[in-house]
Nanobody, 124 residues
């Protein structure tokens, strides 16, 4: 049974930092492409970043590029999202997701497994 558990969310002031973690079990982690998505109230789920099993990473909205960094530790079956210079518009529930598919992995439909999400709230 595949399980993804996010942690590290919370309340932070604008300009602050948070590091999200996604701990996995039941997954052949080294063979999975892992992604972060977020969903703000009243908005659709948005692709944030992905780290591919084959190496390399991708980022979604221009607004996170240069501020967010995705990484993974295959020895710990865990993925991370370092978020710096946070803005109120980064407020959302952040989800981690996993897929074995060799797709572009930037759409929700590309992923088979999902965590429950962790709330990130950035105050102005």
């Amino acid at each position: 049974q595949v399980r993804l558990v996010e942690s590290g969310g919370g309340l932070v002031q604008a300009g602050g930092s948070l590091r999200l973690s996604c701990a996995t079990s039941g997954l052949t982690f080294r063979m999975a492409t892992m992604g972060w998505f977020r969903q703000a109230p009243g908005k659709e789920r948005e692709f944030v970043a992905a780290t591919r099993w084959s190496g390399g990473s991708a980022y979604g909205a221009d607004s996170v590029k240069g501020r967010f960094t995705i990484s993974r530790d295959n020895s710990k079956n865990t993925m991370y999202l370092q978020m710096n210079s946070l803005k109120p518009e980064d407020t959302a529930v952040y989800y981690c997701a996993a897929t074995y598919a060799s797709s572009r992995a930037q759409a929700s439909d590309d992923y088979q497994y999902w965590g429950q999400g962790t709330q990130v709230t950035v105050s102005s």
